[in-house]
């Protein structure tokens, strides 16, 4: 059941109103009532039962058997909340209890429950919710459970690019097998022919490794010539494949450089499957989803080959020595600690250096090694287990620099956390919090920061969304992806470059764009900054496109956007005779063709929470352009953000059009909760429940506390105790 709404007021408009049923294959017209979430505190420690629809009651069932049947799924066990009001010390008496139930209870089938069952509840209520307390005033941290987390594909390729970057294109690698002790200057077209290092010529090294002179350098897309300057004497290089005359007789070196049409690098793991987002889990990290399949074991081994030849190809960047015992330890004891973001043990630099001793080649060896690390479970997980420390346990250094970094950056521990880590200053939340500042003014925090956004907001659907290839012929795969790499742009310039506010993401009136994005909407391209509505990511191409159908928009799953990723506000599932989407009738508005969702009560229960928010988006067709009329017809985008603090909240803010709600949701603390909850989640990779709410309450206090400042929510959960802390399964 679902108490609390008033509906006088709104009411009247909705008959005078004419919408229609457009229902679609994910409609929401379901037979029970929101699943709950936790964004509010609750007295209860276990999850609310799974919805189900609700059933005709038995007879004579009792007072507390009928409400567990139908109220405790949205009320909570102990009637203290949830989704719905708290019913624990009802004070409004028994008529406004009797009436709401037998007009509106339970949310989907008011039917399931008359007046004389209300009363049979009702007479009950006093056992079965007892007056209560709030429940966060006292309440110690619940922390995350310790465990170990496999890296999503994100993080694997963000992890083997900083272990074995790809060579860019046009990277070119002078040898030369000279004496030790010379001089060696690369001169030619690229640098002015200089002859010495002072004068900006190219200066080789020696190396041990490869018992060579070598330089490595990225040349532009064209022929260029050079000698090399050995202790003052001009050389052709005995290694390049072309030459040219000189000009005096002679012959100049010459390298060929073409890039235009060369193919991207090859994802070595491109055959891992994805991952799995459980309900109202926007992201790819929760940790208990992430099951290894055999296809996973056999793509991680494959991945592997390609990994290794990349690094022996690039062996200079982990040593210089020559190859040896001693220089088989030294690699597997530096590649060895980036690869599992710790030091090694004496056994396993052993372990793994006989590998290298044991092969054909000094080469072959490390190839042989670095697979095995790669395949190893210490590179593929990181650790979350800490040691014992009173009833909890205490990550280590290295654990919270891991956490650090694949929290902030998707991406392993730089070399600046690793010596944090290995003095132990991490573990001081001081030290966490100005290493996290750094961090996000690392470009690579905009890059996991800015997929954050697109999963929060279910954006990425942009990418593969069907759309009618004769009515949105030009929404091309460039449109698509540069509407992404949009929100992406916005939420990081916002959250860390401007104002930080989070009620900038969601009613700024600015955006950027490209030269594709810019031509897709008609305009000159005369900068990347736009002006846009003054609605923040709900008027972002990626979202609209990614909440519509392929031939119309979607009220209804764009409702569901704002109540689902932006309210924390779950719903079930809907019924299997929840309909299909029906003919559009080109004589008819959107809104026009859902005038069944309020006429059926059936419907309307959950309706009235979805509908009347997706037609503020009505001006935006399903892919982002805007539009004033639909089928000849202006657009109505009028409505009411009804209970948007909880449901059966009694309250319902007017607005006018998309911006309008956009502001009334910036007003809203239930936004601030949960988009903290959103940030919780991505950060511990998992669900939150019913005890993990004071927890989240607490952070979201301080994230209000501070102007709802984004950067500041990002440092006050890296030092806060919970970030290093870990509970018992």
């Known amino acids: 059941m679902l108490l609390g709404s008033s509906r006088g007021r709104r009411q009247t408009r909705v008959r005078s ?96 429950c008359d007046r004389a069952c209300a009363k049979t509840i009702f007479d009950a209520l006093d056992t079965i919710a007892p007056v209560v307390e709030s429940t966060c005033a006292n309440a110690e941290t619940r922390f995350a459970p310790r465990r170990i987390r496999l890296l999503t594909r994100h993080e694997l390729r963000r992890t083997v690019a900083a272990l074995a970057p790809t060579t860019a294109c046009g990277t070119h690698r002078f040898t030369f097998q000279g004496a030790r002790g010379s001089t060696v200057i690369v001169a030619g077209s690229f640098n002015g022919w200089a002859a010495t290092e002072a004068e900006g010529g190219w200066p080789m090294t020696w190396s041990e490794l490869r018992g060579a002179f070598v330089l490595e350098r990225v040349l532009a897309d064209g022929a260029h010539t050079y000698k090399l300057v050995v202790d003052g ?114 056994e396993e630099i052993e372990r793994f250096a006989a590998l290298i001793r044991g092969a054909e080649t000094f080469e072959a060896g490390v190839a042989d090694a670095v697979r095995v690390m790669l395949a190893s479970p210490r590179f593929l997980y990181r650790t979350e287990l800490g040691q014992a420390d009173g009833d909890d346990f205490a990550l280590d250094a290295y654990e919270v620099a891991s956490a650090l970094a694949y929290f902030l950056w998707s991406s392993p521990p730089d070399e600046a956390l690793l010596a944090h880590a290995a003095d132990g200053t991490l573990l001081d939340p001081a030290v966490r919090r100005a ?44 449109v ?11 939420f990081t310039d916002v959250a860390l470059d401007s104002d930080g506010d989070l009620d900038t993401l969601l009613t700024a009136d600015f955006g950027f764009q490209d030269a594709t994005l810019a031509a897709f909407h008609g305009r000159d391209f005369d900068g990347e900054q736009v002006a846009r509505p003054a609605a923040g990511v709900l008027a972002h191409g990626s ?12 009220p209804i799953l764009r409702g569901k956007l704002v109540r689902e990723r932006i309210l924390c506000q779950a719903f079930g599932v809907p019924p299997p005779d929840a309909g299909g989407v029906p003919n559009v009738d080109p004589n008819a508005t959107t809104r026009e063709r859902f005038a069944q969702h309020s006429e059926n009560p059936r419907c309307h229960a ?70 903290t909850t959103q940030v919780w989640r991505y950060q511990t990779g998992q669900t939150n429940e019913d005890a993990d709410a004071c927890t989240i309450a607490a952070i979201a206090d301080r994230f209000r506390a501070n102007g709802r400042n984004v950067r500041d929510l990002l440092l006050d959960i890296v030092a806060d105790d919970a970030f290093v802390r870990r509970r018992a399964p």
């Not at 007879?59 to 409400?67: C, F, H, I, M, R």
């Open 17 to 112: 109103g004419s919408w229609s049923a457009l229902v679609g294959s994910v409609t929401l017209m379901v037979t029970a009532c929101p699943r709950p979430d936790a964004t509010a505190p609750r007295r209860e420690t276990n999850p609310p039962p799974t919805v189900a629809p609700i059933p005709d009651p038995p007879p004579n069932a009792t007072g507390p058997e009928l409400y567990a049947m139908q109220c405790a799924t949205c009320h909570g066990p102990a009637g203290t909340g949830g989704v719905a009001p708290i019913l624990a010390g009802w004070a409004r008496g028994e008529t406004a209890f009797l009436d709401a139930v037998e007009t509106r209870m339970p949310v989907g089938r008011p039917e399931a």
């Open 233 to 346: 004497t001009w050389l052709e290089d005995p290694n390049a494949s072309e030459r040219a005359p000189d000009g005096f007789g002679g012959f100049n070196s010459q390298i060929t450089i073409d890039c235009t049409n060369a193919p991207a690098a090859e994802d070595p793991y491109r055959g891992l499957p994805a991952e799995i987002r459980p309900d109202h889990f926007p992201f790819d990290d929760h940790a208990d989803s992430a099951v290894v399949t055999p296809v996973h074991v056999t793509e991680h081994f494959n991945a592997t080959a390609a990994l290794a030849a990349r690094v022996v190809d690039r062996l200079d960047d982990w040593i210089t020595c020559a190859p040896s015992d001693a220089c088989a330890n030294t690699f597997v004891e530096r590649f060895g600690a980036r690869a599992f973001r710790r030091p090694l043990s004496t």
């Open 435 to 478: 290493e996290a500042n750094r961090m996000l003014d690392d470009p690579r925090a905009e890059v996991s920061l800015g997929r954050f956004a697109t999963a929060w907001l279910g954006a990425e659907r942009v990418m593969t969304v069907d759309k009618q290839p004769a009515t949105y012929g030009d929404f091309s795969p460039e």
């Open 480 to 490: 698509r992806a540069s509407m992404l790499a949009s929100t992406r742009r916005f």
């Open 543 to 554: 979202v609209l496109a990614s909440y519509g159908h392929s031939d119309q928009t979607s």
């Open 606 to 675: 959950c309706h009235r929470y979805l509908d009347e928010v997706g037609f503020a988006f009505e001006t935006f067709d399903t892919v982002g352009r805007p539009r004033t009329e639909e089928n000849g017809h202006p657009i109505d985008t009028t409505g009411a953000l009804e209970d948007v603090e909880a449901f059966g909240d009694g309250t319902a803010t007017d607005f006018a059009d998309l911006e309008g709600l956009a502001q009334a949701l910036a007003a809203s603390d239930r936004v601030a909760t949960c988009f």
